[in-house]
């Protein structure tokens, strides 16, 4: 895809009177939207099928996409029919995007709005697609559902047929439509490799970080078996203890002075934590601390509730934590940032999930009695440290590429932008 694609403009311009088309090219008309589309509400067919508009533009039969996630009506009051070609808005999303023409027959509930041509003027959906998605975009839609209805982003159609929509002539809606399916497939294309990119690199990292806590850093060092199945061979000079040999709990309460810390996933970042290179945070929050519990930096804190998805760390500063943690203190046999990068391995995230006492997820919970039965790979002090000085090295220069690879993906997307607005608006000529 190229940058630094040069277009022409329109030989000449004129006023369109709405704020965000701005000026329009002379030739082109505009009118009010319940001049160029009418709504049809269908009967439902046998057999139709839920079509469902995305946030991302496509309007298709939701089996074609996924099939979780969904509200489920017990009875389809009010549903209608969806037809191959419609210019689909859904009223209550149309503000995210979720404005398309459908590529499919189906049946959709009252919040859709299937509109099509009222025959006065012409109208390719796919143009008029990408106009209300521009929109959606800079914002205008819900700024003017919100102005229409306090607290609302409905966008319903009587709201759409109000707007004033430039109209191209015929030929000249055709190529821009054409031309943005092209350009958006290309750029869509390019962002979908870049993103595979930074998902091998995740994935390489994983498995380099894995490899270093696991096997140790010299390939060629002698191994044995650990006499554990799920962990496999280990280095013949490392040992595998039980975490009640390697750690104590820790009980003392916190105070007010204390910052309250929380632990991340290894899925990710949580919305409240600042620093991706910390795994224990500052949180700020207003609530009782009277039965928080104090936390050392070198101590291993963990959330009973989430240690099977991987949330358990090692404290970088003091503070307190909630009840909802185990705080464990560390002995000299093991280095505690060490111990997160091994802890938060497939294979050791896996131990944990099997020890939590639950039923379901969201009752799962590691107690301090199955945590300190968990077995754990120790290598030589000297050892650990050089490990996590490796593995910070490989994360650094992992986490340099996948910044500069997302850059890349940000600027392709804001191209994209670029590119829609201008050729809607008809600030480039197609």
């Known amino acids: 895809m190229d940058k630094a694609m040069v277009f022409q403009r329109y030989g000449s311009y004129k006023n369109s009177s709405v704020a965000w088309i701005g000026d ?55 549903y209608q029919g969806i037809r191959k070609g419609d210019l689909v808005i859904h009223a209550m999303d149309a503000f995210a ?3 398309g023409v459908s590529d499919s027959d189906g049946k959709a509930t009252p919040v859709y709005a299937a509109c099509v041509n009222r025959g006065e003027y012409y109208t390719n959906s796919y143009y008029y697609a990408y106009l209300l998605r521009y ?14 209805r306090e607290r609302s982003t409905d966008f319903r159609f009587n709201d759409f047929a109000k707007l004033i929509l430039p109209i191209p002539p015929r030929d000249e809606q055709d190529r821009i439509a054409n031309f943005l399916d092209q350009k958006t497939a290309e750029i869509d294309d390019a962002i979908a490799k870049k993103q595979r990119l930074i998902d091998l690199l995740k994935e390489q990292k994983a498995i380099l970080i894995n490899q270093a806590v696991t096997k140790g850093l010299n390939p060629d060092v002698p191994m044995r078996d650990s006499g ?52 224990i945070r500052s949180k700020i929050r207003i609530e009782d601390k009277t039965c928080y519990r104090r936390v050392y930096p070198g101590d291993i804190a963990f959330n009973m509730m989430r240690a099977w998805q991987g949330a358990i760390g090692v404290v970088k500063t ?24 091994q802890y938060r391995t497939s294979k050791f995230i896996g131990q944990m999930d099997r020890s939590s006492k639950g039923i379901t997820d969201f009752r799962k919970r590691l107690y301090w009695a199955e945590f300190k039965q968990l077995s754990t790979i120790v290598p030589p002090l000297d050892e650990q440290k050089k490990i996590v000085e490796t593995i910070r090295d490989i994360s650094k220069a992992t986490d340099q590429v996948v910044e500069s690879v997302v850059r890349e993906i940000e600027q392709l997307k804001e191209l994209r932008s670029v590119l829609i607005a201008e050729a809607v608006t008809g600030k480039i000529k197609i």
């Open 24 to 78: 329009i090219p002379t030739h082109w008309d505009f009118e009010r939207a319940k001049w160029l589309f009418v709504r049809l509400e269908r009967p439902v067919r046998p057999g139709d099928d839920i079509v469902t508009a995305f946030r991302d533009g496509t309007v298709t039969l939701r089996s074609n996409r996924r099939t979780e996630g969904f509200t489920i009506a017990l009875q389809e009051h009010g």
């Open 97 to 99: 995007g979720a404005i």
């Open 135 to 148: 929109m959606s975009n800079a914002g205008y839609i819900e700024s003017l559902a919100k102005g229409i």
């Open 228 to 279: 554990v199945e799920w962990i496999g061979h280990v280095p013949e000079h490392w040992e595998i203890k039980k975490n009640r040999e390697l750690f104590t709990e820790r009980k003392e309460s916190g105070s007010e002075s204390l910052p309250i810390l929380t632990v991340s996933l290894h899925t990710g970042v949580s919305d409240n934590e600042q620093d991706e290179t910390e795994n």
């Open 318 to 341: 003091d503070g307190q934590v909630s009840p909802a943690y185990i705080i464990a203190s560390t002995c000299s046999l093991i280095d505690g940032e060490y111990f997160e990068y």
